[in-house]
């Protein structure tokens, strides 16, 4: 357990000349993230440029799976970087063997994959094979859903009026959202399980009424990231891949998130017993690089002819390569397995905090993805969203980062440790946040 210490103000004297340099010549939506300026990054700890020592509870936004600068994936960076970065789509010694490593490691339909550099490629890339191969036209997503800030991925998020979307429009035509099952917040004003999946019956009906019955595919995260990690009822899932199946319309899963151990299993799918069509994934599947990649079976994957679906530095031999060692990394030092354990004790942690403090509306823990969701009192569930922000700023100033609150009301703050973190750190963490509770209740 490395020492957490901060020696000077935050933001230190060192920092400041850095950010204003970013107020200044970057545009303000860049950042919206506590005042740290990083040097250094290691497992799960940050070094700021003043030597400050955070515990990282942010894993950059999800990616850092193995841990800050994994030494072994820092060599294959260094003796790739002497050989070959890019050469477009040309075959390189590394992309074949990350695709078929892919394959190797989701269920047996999905038999090629594309590799690619940011997850809203992968959505985009999985939305056009779905209208090509089915020859329909209406794509469904949920409220709440966020797959990407690019147009196509952004039409199919799940909040019109949200910061990242009002004032965009209009967006893509065919792509419409339906209820997601937020149990915490019931669009129906149910309680689960009581509800008997309520918003199930009501997509149905969403169906026959807000299409055309042309639909190429359904569209979800297996959790919703950005919208709180909310965390499905697991019938729904089911249930939703059953309606699919029936009416063949294709099921793409979103995991660009919720890849490669975060969910304490290797794909956040295998928790609901669901096998989608599409897959994309992104994020932890290299904790570094700009990879991404869209799995899928073949049938569909190859619809489109040669060189209509490149990318400039999709696959390129430098993310590829990083990605494979990160992929060994994650199985062989049982980083899947860790993430369950120690996820299930943050739970019950904040779980206990959540009986202690007025504040803490609802916890959700899935692996090591969780969500505090912060309300004015537990009785009306009123979000909290200033609240929300003090908290993230007060555990900066005691040595602990977290991401910018998230979520429909910006209320839910995001706690996604690299996969590498003992308990004894997690617990030094809720450590801090537990004071923060006690002085801001
Ligand atoms: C579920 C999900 N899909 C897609 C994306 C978009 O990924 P990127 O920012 O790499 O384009 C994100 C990013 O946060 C995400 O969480």
């Given at each position: 357990?490395?020492?957490?210490s ?12 850095y ?5 200044r010549?970057?545009p303000r939506s860049?950042?919206d ?8 990054a ?10 400050n020592?955070?515990l ?5 936004v999800l990616?850092a ?10 060599e ?20 074949p063997?990350l ?7 989701t269920?047996?339909?999905?038999d090629?994959?594309?590799?690619l550099?940011?997850?809203s ?12 191969y ?11 859903a966020?797959h ?10 799940g909040?019109r ?16 959202q ?5 149990c915490y917040?019931?669009p ?12 199930f019956k ?11 019955g ?8 297996t959790?919703?990231g950005?919208?709180?990690s909310i ?10 891949e059953a ?40 994020k932890?599947?290299?904790?570094t ?13 190859d619809v ?15 993310g ?5 060692k ?5 199985l ?56 929300a ?13 977290m ?8 209320n839910v ?5 690299p ?6 750190e997690?617990?030094?963490g ?7 509770f006690?002085e801001?209740s």
């Amino acid at each position: 357990m490395v020492e957490i210490s901060i020696r000077t103000e935050l933001p230190g004297p060192k920092a400041r000349p850095y950010l204003e340099v970013a107020y200044r010549y970057e545009p303000r939506s860049m950042s919206d993230q506590v005042p740290i300026v990083w040097r250094r990054a290691w497992r799960c700890y940050v070094e700021d440029v003043d030597g400050n020592v955070f515990l990282d509870f942010s894993s950059g936004v999800l990616v850092a799976n193995v841990g800050h600068s994994h030494p072994e994936l820092v060599e294959e960076i260094r003796d790739q970087a002497d050989r070959v970065i890019n050469c477009y789509d040309f075959v390189n010694e590394y992309r074949p063997l990350l695709a078929q490593k892919l394959v190797e490691i989701t269920p047996p339909n999905l038999d090629k994959a594309f590799i690619l550099t940011t997850g809203s490629e992968t959505t985009e890339a999985a939305v056009k094979l779905a209208r090509k191969y089915t020859g329909r036209k209406e794509v469904v997503s949920f409220y709440g859903a966020f797959h990407g800030r690019t147009y196509g991925a952004m039409s199919l998020g799940g909040k019109r009026s949200g910061a990242a979307t009002k004032g965009f429009g209009p967006f893509v035509p065919g792509f419409m959202q339906a209820p997601f099952p937020y149990c915490y917040r019931c669009p129906f004003g149910r309680e689960y399980p009581s509800c008997d999946l309520q918003c199930f019956k009501f997509f149905q009906h969403f169906v026959e009424c807000a299409t055309e019955g042309d639909i190429a595919a359904v569209i979800t995260e297996t959790y919703q990231g950005g919208a709180g990690s909310i965390i499905p009822p697991r019938e729904w899932m089911g249930e939703l891949e059953a309606w699919c199946r029936r009416n063949d319309v294709l099921l793409i899963l979103d995991e660009v998130q919720a890849s490669f151990g975060r969910t304490g299993k290797l794909f956040g799918f295998e928790h609901f017993g669901v096998t989608p069509n599409l897959l994309c994934l992104g994020k932890g599947i290299s904790s570094t690089l700009p990879v991404s990649a869209l799995v899928g079976e073949s049938r569909i994957m190859d619809v489109l002819s040669p060189g209509t679906l490149s990318s400039t530095h999709g696959g390129n031999a430098l993310g590829a390569r990083v990605a494979l060692k990160n992929i060994e990394v994650i199985l062989r030092d049982g980083l899947v397995e860790n993430a369950a354990q120690v996820g299930e004790h943050m739970a019950g942690r904040f779980s206990e905090m959540r009986e202690e403090f007025e504040s803490l509306g609802d916890v959700r823990f899935m692996g090591l993805v969780g969500a505090l969701e912060i309300v004015r009192d537990k009785a009306d569930r009123e979000p909290a969203p200033d609240l929300a922000v003090e908290i993230v700023r007060r555990a900066y100033g005691k040595g602990l980062l977290m991401i910018a609150p998230i979520g429909h009301y910006g209320n839910v703050l995001r706690i996604a440790p690299p996969l590498v973190i003992s308990e004894e750190e997690a617990e030094a963490g809720c450590a801090i946040l537990h004071e923060v509770f006690q002085e801001v209740s």
